[in-house]
């Protein structure tokens, strides 16, 4: 399973203008037509939700998580059902993620990570300069990490992302 960051949801969600829009598409693309496993954080996931709720009226933001999941085939790293608390995170694991010079959000995000997806194959972020050499996983962008793919299917029982 990869882990894949907010900010690749965000640019797909509603920056069509950024230069990493078509290598971003291409990548989810590349995901639902091939099945590759893929997650995200509950700190990535409430990132994005907390970017769109400005965009969404109050009423569908509680049901911006489970749309955003099933819209990309991601599974929720911790599942909150097993743990329900936001971060599951201790107040030393987070300051040790500051000692590697991460933000609180990329600290959170790391120790979710480690603890409840220890088998993740590589993290695919946008903004790999923030977490190349703090993790145990490669960190790769969308372009890097479709180069080392093999060429994707053309069909899929479901289709590209929409």
């Not at 987070?94 to 603890?115: E, F, H, N, P, T």
Request: proline fraction near 9%.
């Amino acid at each position: 399973m990869i882990i894949v960051d907010a900010d690749v949801l965000v640019i797909d969600l509603g920056y069509t203008g950024d230069p990493n829009y078509s290598a971003t598409k291409d990548f989810l693309d590349y995901l639902a037509v091939n099945g590759v496993g893929r997650g995200i954080t509950t700190q990535g996931l409430l990132e994005v939700v907390g970017k769109r709720s400005f965009q969404t009226p109050a009423a569908l933001i509680p049901r911006l998580p489970a749309m955003l999941l099933a819209r990309y085939g991601l599974t929720l790293i911790p599942d909150v059902a097993v743990v329900p608390e936001y971060a599951g995170c201790t107040f030393d694991e987070v300051i040790g993620g500051m000692v590697r010079q991460m933000s609180l959000g990329d600290a959170v995000m790391a120790i979710q990570m480690m603890k409840y997806s220890p088998t993740a194959t590589a993290l695919v972020t946008w903004n790999a300069k923030h977490f190349r050499g703090k993790l145990t996983v490669p960190v790769l962008t969308p372009e890097e990490w479709l180069q080392q793919q093999p060429p994707a299917r053309t069909t899929s029982p479901t289709g590209p992302t929409p």
